[in-house]
């Protein structure tokens, strides 16, 4: 369940980009996750959504692109303002 | 109403990287080896470290810091053995460590003094391989009641890890465990990895894996 512990990463991260007052505006939330970087997809993506429906965001979706590699990285935020 | 996109392109443990390579630093500036020990539950890494220390804690200062997920057991029966043991969390559930706790633990942990440290992570053969706590290797320890398909069912420990140590042998007469074909397969996902064969029981081969941590440490 390490994926947890990434998607409560990714969230930091999403506040340290916009600040905390913005991420009830974040949309969606880019990651890029290779396929061999330990990293089951749906569960991520299930941690992220039930994180990210919840305050402080509101209603953002992770969207995630799978690549080779081990890359982990997020990608963009997008925001409605 | 606009839709905005911020670029951001940044990895997403690039926190926990960047503590392990402060820590990775620091131990370099002392000449500490530090090696993260990953296994699933029930390997016999325990009794594994408590056989290390006994064998080189007389000449090696060596520190413990052992993580696990509830009890404080792993700790209370290594600390018979050294008096450098720091238990790093209990994680209350939380499957791996990070380089943040390692970090804190090497607080209470004076690396002037020390030689060696072996951190035992949690039992488990998933999470730990993702996050990098500043060792100079990973050990993966399995044994021979776990099945030899241990190396393909989770290829990314084995990927990560520079040592594997087969751990258990004494139980090979009563089990089907296929030693070669599990060597192949832990092979196949990294060529260069390095065997150690053990009892922890029985001691057998432990003074082979304990002459190797002795020639990793610097004089």
Known sequence: ?81 | MTVRRVEIEERVLKRNEAIAAGIRDRLAADGVVAYNLVSSPGSGKTLLLERTLERLGGELEIAVIAGDVQTENDAERLANHTEKLVQAVVTGGGCHLDARQVEAALARIDLALTDLILIENVGNLVCPAGFDLGEAAKVVIFSVTEGEDKPAKYPQMFRRSRYAVLNKIDLLPHVTFDVDRAIAMAKEVNPEIRFFHTSALTGEGVDEWCDFLRSTVKG
């Open chain 1, 1 to 81: 369940m390490h994926e947890m512990s990434i998607a409560v990463e990714v969230c930091r991260m999403a506040e340290a980009h916009v600040g905390r007052d913005r991420l009830a505006n974040v949309i969606e939330v880019g990651l890029d996750v290779g396929c061999d970087a330990g990293v089951e997809v749906d569960n991520l993506e299930f941690c992220l959504e039930a994180l990210l429906s919840n305050p402080p965001f509101g209603r953002a979706k992770p969207i995630v692109e799978q690549l080779p590699g081990d890359v982990l990285r997020m990608t963009y935020l997008e925001l409605d303002e």
